[in-house]
C-alpha cells in the first residue's frame, strides 16, 4: 500500500463536512457583523436633534462599547448666525465646543438587556446623568439616572431616515447662476477686420 498518496475523505463525508464548516462560518461571521440594534442615527425626544450611536473606538476595549455623537440639528446656529457651542458645561475649557459633533453618550456596555453603566450628558443644561439604551428596530428607549435607576426617567428616540442632512460633514455648496457665469471660460470677442479689396496693377 503506498503512503506517498494525499489523504482523501470519503465523497459523502467529504461533502457533509464541507456544508457544516460553511454553516459554522456564516453563523459565525453574521454574529460577529452584525450590529446591534442600538446602532444607528436616532431623532432624539425633542426632535431638534439626532444622534449617531456606534461603537466608542475600532479596536481595544472601546470597541465593545456604545458612543453617541450629535450628526444633525434642526437649529445649528445662534441668532448670530454662528454654530451652537456647549455653553453650558461646567468646565469652562469645554464651553466653545460645538454642538454637533459633540459626544452625548459614553461608555455603554452590553448587559442582559440593551446597553448600561453608561453617561448621557443634556447640553441643554450642561449635566451628566448615567444612562441606558435598548432598542427596537425603528424605536430607542434612553434611560437616565443617577446612581439607582428607582428615580430614572425615560425617553423615547425615533429612527431618523437615511436621508438625514448631517452637519458633521461638510456639504457641498450650491452654485449659483453667477458661480456658473464665473466658472465658465471668458472669451474675448475679436475685433472686425475691415474687407480689403485687391489692387488691380
Known sequence: MRHDLP??????????????????????GAALAAPPLESGVWINHTGKGAVEIRPCA??????????????WLKEPNDKKGEP????????PAKRKRTICG????????????GWDNGWVY????????????????ERLVLTGYK???FFSKSFTWRRAPPD??????PTEAKATSADVKLAQPQFKVPRPVPAVRPTVQ
Open 7 to 28: 489523504f482523501r475523505w470519503p465523497g459523502k463525508l467529504q461533502a457533509k463536512l464541507t456544508v457544516a464548516s460553511l454553516v459554522l462560518l456564516c453563523n459565525g
Open 164 to 169: 438625514l442632512p448631517r452637519c458633521d460633514r
Open 58 to 71: 475600532t479596536s481595544g476595549p472601546g470597541a465593545n462599547r456604545l458612543c453617541g455623537f450629535i450628526v
Open 147 to 149: 446612581g439607582v435607576k
Open 102 to 113: 459633540l459626544p452625548v453618550l459614553g461608555s455603554l456596555q452590553r448587559v442582559r438587556d
Open 122 to 137: 443634556d447640553p441643554e443644561k450642561g449635566a451628566q446623568f448615567d444612562a441606558a439604551i435598548v432598542a427596537g428596530r
Open 84 to 91: 451652537l457651542t456647549d455653553g453650558y458645561n461646567p468646565d
